[in-house]
């Protein structure tokens, strides 16, 4: 059987975009014939290289209007209803290392999709331990294993790697898609180019 | 005859994205049934506002290299071959204003094609009298009339207030496609829905 292609997702809890590919990647990936790489990290430590010590959408004012505008259009067009949660950004350091402690589980997706609606669908709350544990037990995965797992030094460590990585190779954002040649897509807007890129190339 | 659908194109000289705008809008809203206006402006005094000295693509290197690449995939499906310019951005000042003065002739939109396309294909310096000169002869406009009238204070001012009223509308970046109603879509990836939104409404 040859290799099937392979696409990175980098995603960030935070970010609305990253939601909208969260809730659909899957169904348009096997359709694809690709496997997915689910790779949680953070985009704190990115924008505060660039200066920024928040997300744009907070920074700059008519963006960030914008931003909820065009990400609940979106969300309409593939049957979900996105909300502004009451805090944005909210602190996603836990939910980010807790997708990270799922990796060899297998519950990194089933997670981070139940925490993704939490978040953006239903306006919850994304820091606070009681939502994480539902989204945890959601995912099958029992919360008084993964919250302990979430907090060791391996898989803190393994958080700071990729978002070295993730700077390293040029995200500067979220969602990110990445081909296995390299090829880098910004955006849930380029998640049909990043699949077919990954399948065939140029 | 019932009013034909109105959308506002909303484009900077200096903006690679608007440049593929630009050479396939027309097209697009003719199939459509939509009357466009061509509206320039510059979004330096904007940016300006927002505590930026240039084009977030020169300030952020990683968001720079990755739209050359980006406009230069999608510029590849539309076929038309974006090349990076010598200098970016380059003042679009004298560009805005002479698309501007083109408003009551009616040579606004081909003279900004030939522009872009001189720019951001040809890799030609848009600030320079022979590069302007060239585009305002292919679009069947006299440059020893355009180039003075672009200097008068009428289109000085009516440049001004465009770009007064594109920020009172929340307007940070470019292109952007303004329906009927005022609903606001940001970027050349978002000329097919803001086309059906002009004419259907969501």
Redesign the interface.
């Known amino acids: 059987m040859p290799n099937r292609p392979v696409l990175d997702f980098w995603y960030e809890f935070a970010s609305p975009y990253s939601c909208l590919s969260a809730l659909r990647i899957e169904k348009l990936a096997e359709e694809a014939g690709v496997t997915l790489r689910w790779r949680p990290f953070l985009l704190g430590p990115i924008f505060a290289a ?1 200066g920024w010590n928040t997300s744009p959408f907070a920074l ?1 004012p ?2 960030g ?2 931003m909820w ?2 990400t609940a ?1 979106r969300g ?1 067009r593939q049957g979900v209803a996105i909300v502004k949660p009451e805090n944005f950004p909210q602190n996603s350091l836990t939910a980010a290392r807790l997708a990270l402690a799922g990796r060899d589980g297998g519950w990194t997706p089933a997670f981070s999709k139940a925490l993704f609606q939490a978040h953006f669908c239903e306006g919850r709350n994304m820091a606070e331990e009681a939502v994480l544990s539902a989204a945890l037990k959601e995912a099958g995965s029992d919360p008084n294993v993964a919250i302990p797992l979430s907090r060791s030094e391996e898989v803190k460590g393994r958080l700071r790697a990729e978002i070295e990585y993730a700077k390293s190779i ?4 979220a969602p990110f898609f990445v081909a296995g040649d390299g ?4 955006g849930d ?2 998640l049909e ?1 990043a699949l077919e890129w990954a399948t065939e190339g ?1």
């Open positions: 660039q700059y008519s963006k209007r914008y505008r065009d259009r309409r040029g995200i500067f954002g090829e880098l897509f910004w807007d380029r180019e140029r």
